[in-house]
């Protein structure tokens, strides 16, 4: 079976405009939650991602928007204090290898 597709919103490379694309939803593993993403907020250091590469300007192309706020679609292995359509948020981890859990786009691991 295909991966199933969703829009995002993608930085190409350090310094440029970010541009509308598509990428793979990721599934939730074990202790994280897939989010259906109802907004995101930009802060300074998603400007410092963009403009200077900080955290990111070796894991190109990627999504920014690190505080997500959305509601439940799919719990992974082992969570059991959130449930399909609860409302949360929380702030990606800019570390994580893979832009999973940025904002910028329909679908999001916390």
Known sequence: MAPRKQ????LDSVGSPVELGERDIPPPKA???MVKVNSTQLLPHDA??????IFIGHKLPFVLGSSI?????????D???F???DR???TSNLQHPTPDQAGLQ???IL
């Open 7 to 10: 829009k995002a919103v993608f």
């Open 31 to 33: 202790g994280e939650v």
């Open 48 to 53: 410092y991602c963009r403009d200077r590469g």
């Open 69 to 77: 706020a959305g509601t439940v679609v799919e719990a992974g292995p």
């Open 79 to 81: 969570v059991n204090s």
């Open 83 to 85: 449930n399909s359509g």
């Open 88 to 90: 949360v948020f929380g």
């Open 106 to 108: 329909e679908y999001a």
